[in-house]
T-cell receptor, first 114, second 110 residues
Framework: AAGVIQSPRHLIKEKRETATLKCYPI?????VYWYQQGPGQDPQFLIS???????DKGSIPDRFSAQQFSDYHSELNMSSLELGDSALYFC?????????????FGPGTRLLVL | RKEVEQDPGPFNVPEGATVAFNCTYS??????FFWYRQDCRKEPKLLMS???SGNEDGRFTAQLNRASQYISLLIRDSKLSDSATYLC???????????FGAGTRLAVHP
């Protein structure tokens, strides 16, 4: 079965650079979530989108922004990168989109900021 | 205090053992509950949803006590392949976002 696709899988950036992470949800899933997992930490919710509209917002820094496109893929844009942004970034998707449906996670993008 | 609390372990058990993990959550409005497993440097994978009536999937049994805000996972006949971190996860009460516990590490040895 098709799974959530994330790209790139690995990314190395320097401080103050920008990064764009992409997420392609499971076909027919209309809700996308972004999570950040720091070393030795549990995943922390950043932001979610349902039908291309932001549906919830968590501990996402102002330097980060995200959107969902008409084909339901999502991009997380990260600017002025800091060392502390080094983490695994997971995207998850669910269907039909509201209230507690099971979320399926992509393999993650491992971001290293030097 | 974290919204979802778990014993971090590690639990070191021999093959064939039965092991139980517990979890408590603080948001009484939480509506959906899950156990995910996460292998090192990999994504969380859904193990099972947890229902008030309790549910079983093969060697895995999950229980939910809403009154006590307590969730459990029982693994019977442990296999080496069960070695992983088990994440107790709840939704945040009417919204989509998931709140994760810190995870319980399980190591099954021969």
């Amino acid at each position: 079965a098709a799974g959530v696709i994330q790209s790139p899988r690995h990314l190395i950036k320097e401080k103050r650079e920008t990064a764009t992470l992409k997420c392609y949800p499971i076909p027919r899933h209309d809700t996308v979530y972004w999570y950040q997992q720091g070393p030795g930490q549990d995943p922390q919710f950043l932001i979610s989108f349902y039908e291309k509209m932001q549906s919830d917002k968590g501990s996402i820094p102002d330097r980060f922004s995200a959107q969902q496109f008409s084909d339901y893929h999502s991009e997380l844009n990260m600017s002025s990168l800091e060392l502390g942004d080094s983490a695994l970034y997971f995207c998850a998707s669910s269907f039909p989109g509201q209230g507690g449906e099971t979320q399926y996670f992509g393999p993650g993008t491992r971001l290293l900021v030097l | 205090r974290k919204e979802v609390e778990q014993d971090p372990g590690p639990f070191n058990v021999p093959e064939g053992a039965t092991v139980a993990f517990n979890c408590t959550y603080s948001n009484s409005a939480s509506q959906s509950f899950f156990w995910y497993r996460q292998d090192c440097r990999k994504e969380p994978k859904l193990l099972m949803s947890v229902y008030s009536s309790g549910n079983e999937d093969g060697r895995f049994t999950a229980q939910l006590n809403r009154a006590s805000q307590y969730i459990s996972l029982l693994i019977r006949d442990s296999k080496l392949s069960d070695s992983a971190t088990y994440l107790c996860v709840v939704n945040s009460g009417g919204y989509n976002k998931l709140i994760f516990g810190a995870g319980t590490r399980l190591a099954v040895h021969p």
